[in-house]
């Protein structure tokens, strides 16, 4: 049977399921699969990782003006993709079937000395459901992307499935939803100020096949390149 976990801002460092968890990551660590997390308002600094064998977990916030998850600079492992290029990974999924919804997921103000990303959604994190969040990047300075490859607002590699829907996306990635992957659906998102795509589906590799996945009716906007790009067969794109 699952159960409800509330994560607090500004409670304990640890905590048991009748316990607000002052950190999302320990009520994470806490959960089993199938639980629910519900996030109180307030601000949360944390970088946050869903390891393998939380199936189907929830983690739902507030709202996006309400629930905030404020990057803390990356860079523990496993928070590295690919490997040798630090990474500053906000929210970093690697079970199946889990929902993050109701968050503002954030990269704040900053030169960038890190890939950013705001969600990334791994190859065994399949089912994927992201729902009414917004990602922000609000980075500053001449030097925008200082690794390669580039920045991501949200980032889909082989996890089939993933539904990316009603979300805001903002700030300059140099791509806004990235998806190298097949059978996932992209609707009802705003997506605004990529530095190159707002919704890009690239076959990156071998692996990384990219069709059957659905693009519409998102409102694409001030990208630098293009506000749409297909890189893939029998994807099916409208307004």
């Given at each position: 049977m699952s159960r409800a976990i509330l994560a607090l801002a500004g409670g304990g460092t640890e905590c048991i399921s009748e316990l607000p968890c002052g950190s999302l990551q320990t009520a994470i660590d806490l959960a089993i699969p199938g639980d629910r997390i519900f996030v109180t308002t307030g601000i949360y600094v944390e970088n946050i990782t869903i390891p393998a064998g939380k199936d189907g977990l929830e983690i739902i916030g507030e709202g996006a003006k309400k629930?905030?998850?404020?990057?803390?600079?990356?860079?523990?492992?496993?928070?590295?993709?690919?490997?040798?290029?630090?990474?500053?990974?906000?929210?970093?999924?690697?079970?199946?079937?889990?929902?993050?919804?109701?968050?503002?997921?954030?990269?704040?103000?900053?030169?960038?000395?890190?890939?950013?990303?705001?969600?990334?959604?791994?190859?065994?994190?399949?089912?994927?459901?992201?729902?009414?969040?917004?990602?922000?990047?609000?980075?500053?300075?001449?030097?925008?992307?200082?690794?390669?490859?580039?920045s991501r607002g949200l980032l889909v590699v082989q996890a089939t499935g993933a539904e990316i829907n009603k979300n805001r996306l903002s700030g300059n990635y140099q791509d806004q939803v990235h998806l190298p992957t097949s059978a996932s659906a992209v609707v009802n998102n705003k997506i605004t100020g990529a530095t190159r795509f707002g919704i890009v589906i690239i076959q990156e590799n071998a692996d990384s096949l990219s069709r059957d996945n659905l693009i519409t009716n998102n409102s694409v906007t001030d990208s630098g390149r293009d506000g749409i790009q297909i890189r893939g067969d029998a994807n099916t794109a409208s307004s």
């Open positions: 629930t905030q998850l404020i990057s803390d600079g990356g860079d523990s492992p496993p928070k590295y993709a690919p490997a040798g290029v630090p990474a500053d990974i906000i929210v970093d999924i690697f079970s199946p079937s889990v929902t993050i919804k109701g968050l503002t997921i954030r990269h704040p103000e900053g030169v960038p000395t890190k890939r950013d990303i705001g969600v990334f959604v791994r190859p065994s994190a399949l089912n994927a459901a992201i729902v009414e969040n917004s990602i922000e990047r609000l980075r500053t300075g001449t030097v925008l992307e200082p690794t390669s490859p580039g």
